[in-house]
């Protein structure tokens, strides 16, 4: 009796230390320790209003919301889509979320005619351009499916020779060079992939290219990857990728209103002054559509890299045996997009805001990209709100927007974010962002290296709905299995990506300087931007059971919980600094190779770094212990330097040409698309071989470290 009782009071006593015991969790390299924004007096409150938030997703209710998310193609600036806004603005509003629409008035176009393409000679035959009826999916006869078109392309009416450009990036060009062909005056071909098409669209241009065509080929999303649709998810014969051709890589959002909102009273350039758009027509076909070009295309053999998957050897063309005729027709109008914000107002700090975003627009169905986001954010909503019913107040609030006009160019995002510059400079806690929630069931992330540890210790706490493990296990199994042999037993952990761009995050961390991730569930998707992009490929092959739909919901509303609840701040700049170390020793050895190391201070940014690294240990121990001792005050303080950490990595100058873009570590490249090009100007300046340039680039990015070390070092004293 004495020995049971005794058990029992072991086993009270500890159950009651762990539950006064702040949770911890492991860094990304495993050997530090961060508590997990749980305080020693609230953590077994917050640990069960989370347990009770990831109970109420539902499988049922997510197929629900997709369905009539994707009932009709829903392209910005439609009355479709101002209906897929309504739905959502109603949905947050019978959960017990206020909500509202907020317009903006911007460029937006449209195809006004067919697109001709055809090809001239060796023969005459005008192609299709248009996507199949698939019998199995009702969906893709509906009339309301907007033709194939790259938004921005210009409206043109050319005929020349056709050159095959592989990818059309500035490597393929200089292969082209060196085979004796010369693209100007002429039509150009490229494959998707590899870049961002906007990029393939300026680089045409600049070699003097008077139209371009992009295909998708089949090596790359087609049949070579599996069986396509409807037999399988990959992309088919007559399927093209929709999608813009802004020159994101200078400035996203408007083309008219650069770094400002579009809305009444703002100046707005004229088209021919508006920096970010194309000058010659660009038009996307089908890899069907392209074996009719491809094929006949006589000179050089094609170089290395430029096979594709077509069952015939590639040449890359440049003569008079094979001309075609490309005629574009664009309607451009300053048309009405509508976002979607919704607020669950914070009990104790108003004025902090945990923002999540997706956007809501679509090419057409948008089943996965992007509504597969919204269904999951519109989960999170609902259980917010039953959690709002039993008496959860978040201490920040929660800020859900629903965007528009992304896949024209980060749109309604951007819009929303210059026109609350200052306001969110001031009170953002961090932005999450979803783009693709589903597409398959293995998870991934990018994000600013501060929120790794919120990442990992969400994805821990959420079941893998295939696996019945963690997603987190589940991350880390797939990661392994990729590794060589003598790396599998390596106890580092799956990679969380760089924030380049190409999403709704881009406005946020890179103009404005706010902590930002992205992330999903991907899987064999082979549809995107087409006509496919169902709910019955989703219900046959993304998805069909809606469960990861639910695990999305479940992951990306514990992080807003986390953010929105935690006496101390999850934001780790240990990690930050690690990282920035590890991308300066990489382009430390590119320099040596270009003979450039000579040209900048490599024991300046050496010692910053050092000195970052030092203060950003200091504020997490000294946040930690506060949030031990309980002391109000200081975790303010502490709270507001890690939150001022990475505004401090933005220049009001901006990057060398591109002012628009701020952050001095996180941009995309010139020429990387939506790929991120880490200490961007330092890093394009080696490439460039300019020694000026990188002298300067990294004097910007000492800068910025020193301020982030000051304000660590001012909030932890």
């Known amino acids: 009796m004495k020995t049971t009782r005794l058990v029992t009071l072991l086993f009270v006593f500890t159950f009651a230390l762990y539950q006064l015991t702040p949770r911890l969790v492991l860094s990304q390299n495993g050997r530090d320790t961060v508590l997990a924004g749980f305080t020693s007096d609230g953590s077994a409150a917050e640990r069960r209003w989370e347990e009770q938030f990831r109970a109420l997703p539902a499988p049922a209710s997510a197929r629900e919301h ?97 050159v095959y450009v592989n990818y059309g990036l500035p490597p393929d060009y200089e292969a082209l060079k060196k085979a004796g062909v010369d693209v100007k005056g002429k039509i150009v071909i490229a494959r998707y992939g590899n870049s961002f098409r906007g990029v393939k669209a300026k680089v045409a241009e600049d070699h003097g290219a008077i139209g371009l065509l992009i295909y998708s080929d ?66 996307p076909i089908s890899y069907g559509d392209a074996r009719v070009l491809l094929e006949p295309l006589t000179g050089p053999l094609r170089p290395k890299g430029f096979q594709g998957g077509l069952p015939f050897a590639y040449h890359v063309g440049g003569t008079q045996d094979v001309r ?52 999951a954010m519109l989960e999170a909503a609902r259980g917010f709100g039953q959690l709002l019913k039993q008496g959860w107040k978040p201490k920040r609030t929660i800020v859900l927007c629903s965007w528009d006009g992304e896949e024209h160019g980060l749109i309604g995002s951007t819009e929303w974010a210059e026109e609350n510059a200052d306001e969110l400079k001031a009170k953002a806690v961090a932005y999450l962002n979803v783009d693709v929630a589903v597409s398959g069931p293995n998870f991934g992330a990018s994000s600013v290296p501060s929120l790794w540890k919120l990442i990992r210790a969400a994805a821990r706490d959420v079941k893998d709905p295939k696996s019945g493990n963690s997603v987190y296990q589940q991350w880390q199994d797939r990661a392994r299995e990729q590794r060589s042999e003598s790396e599998k037993d390596s106890k580092v952990e799956a990679a969380i990506g760089s924030l380049g761009s190409g999403s709704d995050f881009t406005p946020f961390l890179q103009h404005l300087g706010i902590p930002a991730s992205d992330m999903g569930f991907g899987g064999d998707y082979g549809v995107y931007h087409s006509a496919y992009d169902s709910f019955y490929w989703m219900s046959h092959f993304g998805d069909p059971k809606f469960v990861y739909h639910v695990a999305a919901a479940q992951l990306w509303g514990t992080m807003a919980m986390r953010l929105a609840s935690a006496e101390g701040l999850p934001l780790d700049y240990s990690d930050y600094a690690n990282q920035i170390r590890e991308y300066f020793n990489e382009n ?110 990294l004097e910007r990015i000492v800068a910025a470290l020193k301020r982030a070390t000051e304000t660590l070092k001012r909030a932890a004293d």
């Open 324 to 375: 075609v005729h490309l005629k574009t027709d664009m309607d451009f109008k300053i048309r009405t997009i509508w976002n979607v914000v919704a607020r669950i107002e914070g009990e104790t700090e108003k004025d902090r805001w945990v923002i999540m975003g997706n956007h809501r627009d679509a090419w057409t169905f948008g089943a996965v990209d992007p509504n597969s986001g919204t269904t």
């Open 588 to 697: 430390l050895k590119r320099a040596t190779e270009r003979n450039l190391a000579n040209s900048f201070d490599e024991k300046t940014m050496t010692d910053a770094l050092r000195d970052f690294a030092e203060a950003s240990s200091r504020i997490e121990r000294e946040r930690n212990r506060s949030i031990e001792d309980n002391r109000a005050e200081r975790l303010k303080k502490i709270n507001d330097g890690l939150i001022a950490v990475e505004r401090d990595f933005t220049d009001e100058h901006g990057l060398n040409g591109r002012p628009w873009y701020k952050h001095q570590i996180y941009a995309p490249g010139v020429y990387t698309g939506y790929a991120a090009q880490p200490l961007t100007d330092f890093s394009q300046a080696l490439d460039d071989r300019n020694s000026a340039n990188a002298k300067e680039s």
């Open 218 to 283: 089949p090596l790359d999303d087609g049949y070579s990857q599996g069986d396509v649709y409807p037999k399988g998810p990959w992309r088919p014969s007559s399927s093209a990728q929709r999608g813009s051709v802004q020159y994101l890589f200078l400035y996203p959002g408007d083309p008219l209103t650069p770094g400002k909102p579009a809305v009444p009273g703002t100046p707005r350039l004229k088209m021919e002054d508006a920096k970010s758009l194309t000058h010659i027509p660009v038009q």
């Open 66 to 162: 997709l369905r009539r998310l994707t009932a009709e193609p829903h392209v910005a600036g439609t009355k479709e889509d101002y209906a897929t806004a309504v739905y959502v603005r109603d949905q947050m509003k019978s959960y017990g979320l206020s909500a509202e629409l907020k317009e903006y008035q911007v460029l937006l176009p449209y195809p006004k005619t067919p697109t001709i393409v055809e090809l001239v000679a060796p023969h005459r035959e005008r192609l299709r351009v248009k996507e199949a009826v698939v019998p199995q999916d009702p969906s893709s006869a509906n009339p309301k499916i907007i033709p194939l078109f790259n938004s921005y392309s210009a409206t043109g009416d050319v005929t020349g020779s056709l």
